[in-house]
């Protein structure tokens, strides 16, 4: 099993930053991706952003290309989402995940296998 434990997340204002982190411990060695994902009231859970384990390849929503920036330091097991011009609409729960080797998928939830409890992002306007 993988563990994943969200922290980072507040209330801000329009156009504020925040870093998320997100610490893994467990079985790392099968992990081939960390993701964010997010979910607002009402809404369904949505990909926010992906990075290899092993270092380099990101992807990222349109929602949040050139405001959002996933990074992962391996030495502590530790992945972060610097979010900048935060928006009203970025308010959500957001999750950390980590998908395994052999994952069919890196955007969609269903490709993920270990969650994190999730960490409230609120901006206000």
């Known amino acids: 099993q993988v563990q994943l434990v969200e922290s980072g997340g507040g209330l801000v204002q329009t156009g504020d930053s925040l870093r998320l982190s997100c610490a893994a411990s467990g079985r790392i060695f099968n992990v081939a991706n960390m993701g964010w994902f997010r979910q607002a009231p009402g809404k369904e859970r949505e990909f926010v952003a992906t990075i290899r384990w092993g270092g380099g390849s990101t992807y990222y929503a349109d929602s949040v290309k050139g405001r959002f920036t996933i990074s992962l330091d391996a030495a502590k097991n530790t992945g972060y989402l610097q979010m900048n011009s935060l928006k009203p609409e970025d308010t959500a729960v957001y999750y950390c995940?980590?998908?395994?080797?052999?994952?069919?998928?890196?955007?969609?939830?269903?490709?993920?296998?270990?969650w994190g409890q999730g960490t409230q992002v609120t901006v206000s306007s």
């Open positions: 995940a980590t998908a395994p080797l052999g994952s069919y998928s890196r955007t969609h939830s269903n490709g993920y296998d270990y």
